[in-house]
């Protein structure tokens, strides 16, 4: 399903991200974020993902979507496809604004919500249209990874649902429904278990913020990134499979090896100690230089995985690789 005119609200890090995802697939963008900042803000994105995409997508980029910043939401969602909601985490605010949006907005228009752990059920009470409200959570960068959950509430009609996956497929995205409506949705919840027991191993002196973070990224992590979990352990069955892993591996989870279920008191002394040796690990970096680290090195994975799996690419390379071939066809059949 193709969208020709988009709204966000609130052009925050996720925000900015949509708007840069949008613009780049050649959608036009109104925006409406009452931060003075905003502009800048977003337009330092853009660039940033701009300088991704011409990387990753060698063929070219469809002509570029406007991005129109507007001083109301009324004039932001009036005549949009498709409305990004993503303002903070707090509930009186997501009320107060998607009642807004809805009250502006088309009948049909999708209204998604970036909400990294509120349920819809309890944003789409403040609606008078909440069959057309869904969950659309990202990961940061939005503009480069595909992965968006989508979670509809008790009153989320089917046909949005269907919607939701079709509008964010046709922008490069992995759109995945969640079967059950839950807190933090899945993702999240998966994060939030590796930072309680990350901030353990800090608190208590067994390793650095920096020391963390190499024994994620030159080890599972590489793992996850193209296998994720399961497929992993899967191998690490050996010929057996995931029964024999099972099987071998199923005991340790009777072993008090972590300490999930207890959390370590968050105080400014925990604080501190995170911050200073996240500053030690990076301060000498701007978070524009850390971005584009970033990028490039998300832009470099999925092309080495697009080109395996003979050639017919693996996981998000695959997905690339399509995303790529469409933008290419597309381009070929405009000019």
């Not at 890090?13 to 931060?35: C, E, M, S």
């Amino acid at each position: 399903m193709q969208i020709t005119k988009a709204a966000c609200i609130g052009g925050g890090v996720i925000g900015a991200g949509w708007v840069a995802r949008l613009v780049l697939n050649g959608i036009d963008v109104a925006l409406y974020d009452p931060d003075p900042q905003a502009s800048r803000k977003v337009d330092e994105v853009l660039a940033g993902a701009r300088r991704a995409y011409l990387q990753m997508v060698p063929s070219g980029l469809p002509k570029e979507g406007r991005v129109t910043y507007v001083s109301t939401v009324a004039e932001a969602v009036g005549d949009a496809d498709f409305i990004q909601e993503s303002v903070p985490e707090r509930l009186d605010l997501k009320h107060k604004v998607l009642a807004e949006i809805d009250a502006h907005a088309r009948p049909d228009a999708l209204i998604g919500s970036s909400t990294s752990g509120i349920k819809p059920t309890e944003m789409a009470s403040a609606l008078q249209h909440p069959e057309r409200l869904v969950v659309a959570h990202p990961f940061n960068p939005v503009y480069l990874l595909p992965l968006v959950e989508i979670v509809g509430g008790e009153k989320t009609a089917p046909e949005f649902i269907d919607k939701a996956k079709a509008v964010y497929a046709s922008i490069g995205m992995k759109p995945v429904v969640i079967r059950k409506e839950i807190e933090a949705f899945v993702g999240d919840r998966l994060l939030e278990a590796i930072w309680r027991e990350s901030l353990w191993l800090i608190k208590d002196g067994i390793t650095t913020v920096e020391e963390l973070d190499d024994i994620i990224r030159y080890s599972f992590g590489l793992r996850w990134a193209q296998m994720g979990l399961f497929q992993t352990y899967r191998i690490a069955g050996g010929e057996a499979g995931m029964r024999h892993f099972m099987e071998q591996f199923g005991p340790c989870l009777s072993w008090p090896w972590t300490k999930l279920t207890d959390v370590p008191e968050f105080n400014d002394e925990l604080v501190d100690l995170i911050a200073g040796q996240s500053d030690e690990q990076s301060g000498h970096y701007t978070i524009r230089e850390l971005e584009k680290i970033r990028d490039d090195n998300l832009v470099a994975i999925m092309g080495t995985l697009a080109q395996q799996n003979e050639g017919q690419g693996w996981g998000a390379g695959a997905l690339q690789k399509d995303y790529v071939a469409r933008l290419k066809a597309a381009g070929e059949a405009q000019g």
